[in-house]
């Protein structure tokens, strides 16, 4: 099955939450879950408590919604995760932080990560002055990510920098505003990880 490209809020209306996954469409009176509370579909008038099973399946769902992920491409983040000594779970997340077009959407260059992943793939964005159009490209301690040279004498560049910081840079990343490029200053840390996962069931849910 390939990559989701129906509706972004039919996702959210899924999982039964925000997901912020459109922006500042999110923070509205707009935003979908707020207009309608129930999930997509037919309704049936018999209400089930969901089984052990569909809450762990629901929490893995909902982290792959956030970051964009298709399942194969989140079990190898997972496999690894179970392979590398620590907690599983601070892993997978940690490695998802890390991928650049998070970074990207982290330090305010796009709206979303649908958005920051579509303009690293359209090579906007280089490491280390080598371009990298690898959205789930994994930063390092000490990388420093820049615009395109090219880039910043269009719009498009305009646009996306217009009134940053639009929200909190999260504080293992520093934004220069100078020159809009951002510095990994450390790995995230617990606080710094996405706060509406629990790592716990997705790893009993590759547990089984």
């Known amino acids: 099955m390939g990559r989701y490209t129906g509706p972004s809020c039919r996702l959210c209306r899924r999982v039964g939450e925000k997901l912020f996954l459109k922006g500042d469409r999110c923070f509205t009176p707009r935003c979908a879950v707020e207009r309608r509370h129930t999930p997509p579909g037919p309704q049936s008038r018999r209400r089930r408590r969901p089984s052990d099973y569909g809450v762990h399946l629901l929490e893995k769902q909902k982290a792959k919604y956030i970051f964009g992920l298709q399942e194969s491409q989140f079990r190898r983040y997972m496999e690894e995760a179970f392979k590398t000594p620590g907690v599983s ?3 997978l997340l ?3 932080e890390r991928r650049l077009d998070n970074v990207i959407f982290s330090l305010g260059f796009a709206d ?3 958005q920051a992943r579509q303009i690293v793939l359209h090579g906007h964005f280089r490491v280390n002055v080598s371009k ?3 959205p789930s490209y994994q930063v390092k301690v000490g990388d420093v990510i820049t615009w395109k040279e090219s880039v910043k004498s269009t719009g498009f560049f305009k646009d996306r ?3 940053i910081p639009k929200r909190p840079v999260p504080a293992w990343l520093e934004l220069d505003k100078t020159d809009m490029s951002g510095r990994v200053l450390a790995l995230p840390g617990v606080e710094d990880l996405q706060k509406g996962i629990d790592s716990r069931l997705i790893v009993e849910f590759y547990s089984r």
């Open 89 to 91: 779970g601070i892993i």
């Open 94 to 96: 940690g490695s998802l």
């Open 112 to 114: 979303s990560r649908k």
């Open 132 to 134: 990298v159009d690898i």
């Open 161 to 163: 920098t217009d009134g």
